[in-house]
Every structure is written in structure tokens, then in C-alpha cells.
């Protein structure tokens, strides 16, 4: 799946989960996405022209569930019938899987957040100790820092280095 939200551009696997969407490419948008739209192309690197050829029934020709597929088709009020009686009205409808746009109803929140933005600015510390410059022999590292990465372990990263350096620092004391 590819994903569009704030100007930019995710690609990765998606889950429809029982209360919502999940999976790397929601987890790395919801990053950016704030209250507002997002758009998802179900068919990246695919030209849906080609998959509206033939005579076979729409959820045959498309590559999804067929479940997914029909709940997809109950939405846009389209018939699952044979690709070749479709009018122009029901293939343009179909075009959507290229460029879906919706607004998310929210998020699940704190409680079930993969990271959390916000924290204390790193204008705020010694990037070679992580000690507050405000507050001599306090020190902030890892996650409570403003520092948001996408997936992939760049959170686990930078609290593992951050962790080092800190310690490196406090025992040269």
C-alpha cells in the first residue's frame, strides 16, 4: 500500500484490524497525519486500467480478499459483476482504489501508541552529555526527549545511544 498525508508519501503493508487500520505504513503516517485526510493507494505500481479489462467479475480481477473487495464495493454502491457491463459511472468509482481518500476517526491514543511526540526539546540539552542545560546533574534521554522516528528502530536507537553517552558522561565525573 502507499499512503499520502501532509505532502508526503508512505509505502508498506497495511492491516484492516477489527477497530481500524494498522501495520508499518499507518504506524510511519500517523507520525504526520494530524486531524484531516489521508489517502491510500491499494494498488501501488499497478494501473487499474489493466485490472478493468475482460469479462471476469470485478472480485476476481482485483488482487484483494474477497472480503475486502466486497465490503470495498458495498461502499462505492457497486455491483460485483463482470468487468465488461460496467459503465463509465462504476469504473470511475473504481478508481478510487488509486487515490482513496478518508478522514480517520481518531486514533487509539496514548495507551496504545508505538512512540509519543513531544518531550523535552533537545534545544534544552548538552548533545555530548544529555544533561539539562537548565539544571545541572539532571540528564534526559531516550523517549522523553522530542525526538520521533519513523519505524525501524531509530527509537530503539536513539535511546540505547543516548543511554551510552549519558553514562560515559556521569562516570567521568
Known amino acids: 500500500m ?11 503493508s497495511m492491516l484492516f484490524a477489527h477497530k481500524g487500520c494498522s501495520g508499518p505504513v499507518i504506524l510511519t503516517t500517523s ?3 494530524k486531524k484531516g485526510k489521508l ?3 491499494f494498488l501501488p505500481n499497478k494501473k487499474i486500467e489493466n485490472l478493468l479489462k475482460g469479462n471476469r467479475k470485478i472480485s476476481s480481477a482485483l488482487p484483494f480478499a474477497k472480503r475486502f473487495t466486497q465490503e470495498f464495493l458495498k461502499s462505492i454502491n457497486v455491483e460485483d ?7 463509465e459511472e462504476e469504473k470511475s468509482k473504481l478508481k478510487m482504489l488509486k487515490y482513496y481518500e478518508f478522514a480517520p476517526a481518531g486514533n487509539f ?3 496504545k501508541a508505538e512512540v509519543t511526540k513531544g518531550g523535552i526539546s533537545t534545544e534544552e540539552i548538552n548533545h555530548d ?3 539539562s542545560l537548565k539544571q545541572k546533574d539532571l540528564y534526559f534521554l531516550g523517549e522523553c526527549l522530542n525526538i520521533t522516528g519513523e519505524l525501524g528502530g ?9 543511554a551510552v553517552t549519558c553514562a560515559r558522561n556521569i562516570n567521568k565525573s
Open 31 to 33: 507520525l504526520y497525519w
Open 129 to 131: 552529555s544529555f544533561e
Open 39 to 41: 489517502a491510500i493507494d
Open 2 to 12: 502507499n499512503t499520502f498525508v501532509e505532502g508526503k508519501r508512505f509505502e508498506g
Open 109 to 111: 491514543g496514548y495507551t
Open 154 to 162: 531509530f527509537n530503539f536507537q536513539i535511546a540505547f545511544s543516548s
Open 81 to 87: 459483476k463482470a468487468i465488461s457491463s460496467l459503465n
